[in-house]
């Protein structure tokens, strides 16, 4: 059974860059056809979708945040990440990993989430 | 690519049914049949309830069930329990730019 697991700096300055790693156990990163996602969630809203990647290193992003996002995946890691440049006060919330299997486009399963805090 | 719109709320007595839409558009909920939802409990990860408008995952009881009507899904929870007591969202393929829109969520209460 895949499980994901967040991780990385709960506080973060204005204007840096956020970075997050999302480390995937009980089944390989690179079997199947399923897409690496990022969600985030601020306190007392609703989900937002960040981006995906393959393992081919595919990627897509939310357009609202496209200039700013960049995803990465290692396969000999067994993980992919999330960097969020230019950060602001606007991008604190609880961050999410996801799998996305290409033939049902839902979220499945998500890891616990990791609240990042941006704040000087 | 905006949010798709639920209700803030809703609410049914234990062992009732309390359905939630979902509305979105054409390029989204009424383009593809690749509608989900999610329940997620305070401080907790959202949880697949139900992928492709209307097929649940393993271990999801039958009482929740799934349905889309042009621009419109829908969440039905059958025989309310004391544990669908949660936040519930909606999502959908979109299929260019942002792929994905999540809803705007919905607080069930269990009277």
């Known amino acids: 059974q895949v499980q994901l697991q967040e991780s990385g700096p709960g506080l973060v300055k204005p204007s840096q860059t956020l970075s997050l790693t999302c480390m995937v156990s009980g089944g390989s990163i690179s079997s199947g056809s399923y897409s690496w996602n990022w969600i985030r969630q601020p306190a007392g809203k609703g989900l937002q979708w960040i981006g995906r990647?393959?393992?081919?290193?595919?990627?897509n992003y939310n357009s609202s945040l496209k200039s700013r996002v960049t995803l990465s995946l290692d396969t000999s890691k067994n993980q992919f990440s999330l960097r969020l440049s230019s950060v602001t006060a606007a991008d604190t919330a609880v961050y999410y990993c996801?799998?996305?299997?290409?033939?049902?486009?839902?979220?499945?399963?998500w890891g616990q989430g990791t609240l990042v805090t941006v704040s000087s | 690519q905006s949010a798709l719109t639920q209700p803030p709320s809703a609410s049914g007595s234990a062992g009732q049914s309390v359905t939630i839409s979902c509305t979105g558009t054409r390029r989204d909920v009424g383009a593809y049949n690749y509608v989900s939802w999610y329940r997620q409990h305070p401080g907790k990860a959202p949880k697949l309830m139900i992928y492709?408008?209307?097929k649940r995952p393993s271990g999801v009881p039958d009482r929740f069930s799934g349905s889309k009507s042009g621009n419109t899904a829908s969440l039905t929870v059958s025989g309310l329990q004391a544990e669908d007591e949660a936040d519930y969202y909606c999502?959908?393929?979109?299929?260019?730019?942002?792929?994905?829109?999540f809803g705007t969520g919905t607080k069930v209460t269990v009277l």
């Open positions: 996801a799998r996305v299997n290409g033939n049902e486009n839902c979220f499945d399963p």
């Open positions: 990647i393959y393992t081919s290193g595919t990627t």
């Open positions: 492709e408008v209307s």
């Open positions: 999502s959908s393929f979109a299929g260019s730019n942002t792929l994905y829109v």
